[in-house]
């Protein structure tokens, strides 16, 4: 990555911390990112197996952007032992939010 990109990605993160919003852990980031951009259904075990993370590093994550309201667990109706992670408008909205910031440090080079 060329450090024009780096001083961006800084500048987002910058920009981020500013902003006021909740300060997420890189692997919180990871795990907001893989539900939304990643066709699902995503559960507890297969988004430890994406990470390479145990699923109490998962669901303790998951407890905090739950509190949040970035994702929330729905069980799966199927089977009740299953517990789907899903995606909120909250969390669309902050990552569509995270997004610009990205896209604006871009632009200004």
């Given at each position: ?23 997420l ?8 990112l ?66 610009k ?9």
């Amino acid at each position: 990555m060329a450090d024009s990109q780096l001083s961006q990605w800084m500048r987002a993160l910058v920009s981020y911390v500013r902003s006021g919003q909740p300060d997420l852990t890189n692997r919180q980031m990871a795990l907001l990112l893989i539900s939304y951009i990643t066709p699902g259904p995503h559960t507890v075990r297969g988004l430890a197996q994406q990470l390479g993370v145990s699923k109490p590093v998962i669901t303790r994550a998951l407890n905090t952007l739950g509190s949040l309201g970035y994702l929330r667990r729905e069980r799966d109706d199927n089977d009740r032992r299953n517990i789907f992670v899903a995606k909120t408008e909250k969390g669309a909205a902050f990552l569509d939010a995270f997004g610009k910031s990205i896209d604006l440090e871009k632009a200004r080079g």
